[in-house]
C-alpha cells in the first residue's frame, strides 16, 4: 500500500530555517501534483504550496519569498525548505501526493504531518 512519510519538523527560534522531506513508498506508477498544507491549533487547513510533475509552484501568499517547495522524482520525495521563520508558521505540516498506482489510476494521498514550532 502506498505511504506519505513526513520527517524534518522541529522547534526554532523566529528568523530560523528548517527542511521538511516527504517521502512515498510503495507499488507506484508514477506521483503528480504534491502539495505542502499547515493546520495551527484551533484553525483550519490551508494550503501552503504545490508542485506538479513537471515543476511548476504555486505558494499562499503569507508564505511567498520566504518558502521554496521543491521534488525529486527520482527519489518519490517533495521538499519545504522553510526559511525567516515567523511564530505564526507554527502548525502542523502535512504532505499531500497525487499518485497513481501500478494497476490503478490517480489517487490522492495524505501523510501523518509533523510539528514546526517556531519560537524565542
Known amino acids: 500500500q502506498v505511504q506519505l512519510v513526513e520527517s524534518g519538523g522541529g522547534l526554532v527560534q523566529p528568523g530560523g530555517s528548517l527542511r521538511l522531506s516527504c517521502t512515498a513508498s510503495g507499488s507506484i506508477f508514477d506521483i503528480g501534483t504534491m502539495d505542502w498544507y499547515r493546520q495551527a491549533p484551533g484553525k483550519q487547513r490551508d494550503f501552503v504550496a504545490r508542485?506538479?510533475?513537471?515543476?511548476?509552484?504555486n505558494y499562499a501568499d503569507s508564505v511567498k519569498g520566504r518558502f521554496t517547495i521543491s521534488r525529486d522524482n527520482a527519489k518519490n520525495t517533495v521538499y519545504l525548505q522553510m526559511n525567516s521563520l515567523k511564530p505564526e508558521d507554527t502548525a502542523v505540516y502535512y504532505c499531500n501526493a497525487n499518485i497513481r498506482g501500478t494497476s490503478y489510476g490517480f489517487r490522492d494521498y495524505w501523510g501523518q504531518g509533523t510539528q514546526v514550532t517556531v519560537s524565542s
Open positions: 508542485i506538479t510533475r513537471v515543476g511548476f509552484t
